[in-house]
């Protein structure tokens, strides 16, 4: 196991090897409903696709844009927004999945086992209970978040999204393009924009 430094606590990644007997241990040893990390402070676990292309991070040119952008005066738009993103190279994005904890460590194994069979995207994380506990307004709820390469990409997110499905996931799931989280925009935010642009139903309820 290995640590960085996340959002709002450590977080842990973890480094298959690729084998799944060995997948299979990390999960059932690293369950995100594990009162252990409440004792350790940790917020995520994450797995990578292994074969995946690294999203673009955060970068000066996004900051420099965003920043004189808004020293402009115009208004604040999704367009504006994805201009930034294109010219700054930062189209990675994720699905947003929230799951009760009743259910949680279920769910996460099968999105974890696709993420690193490549049959999902980029990456994914599950917050742990920890997380659950200090972030959500429902304690009751973990987020999963489903990694994109490229949020423009639509048959890719929506491909994503299908697979997601046919795992079992329920409910309404909703795509965040990871340029909104980098420029401190999350809902509600001051500009009256939606930090979603896509948003999957099925006929199913969420437990």
Partial sequence: MASSSGFDGIEASFTCSGKSHSLDEELRTHKPSDPTWNKIGACWVFYANPFAVKPVEVNDLAIQLWLDFLSSKEKVTVDCVKEIAVASGVIGGKWLIFV?????????????????????GTASKVATVHAAKIQNKNPNLHVICVFTENWTDKDDVMRVEKELRSLGVTGVIRYKPDIYTHLNLYHGNKYGIKTTIYESKDKKQSK
């Fill in 100 to 120: 009760h904890k009743s259910t949680i460590d279920e769910v996460w194994a099968k999105i974890a086992k696709a993420t690193v069979e490549r049959k999902l």
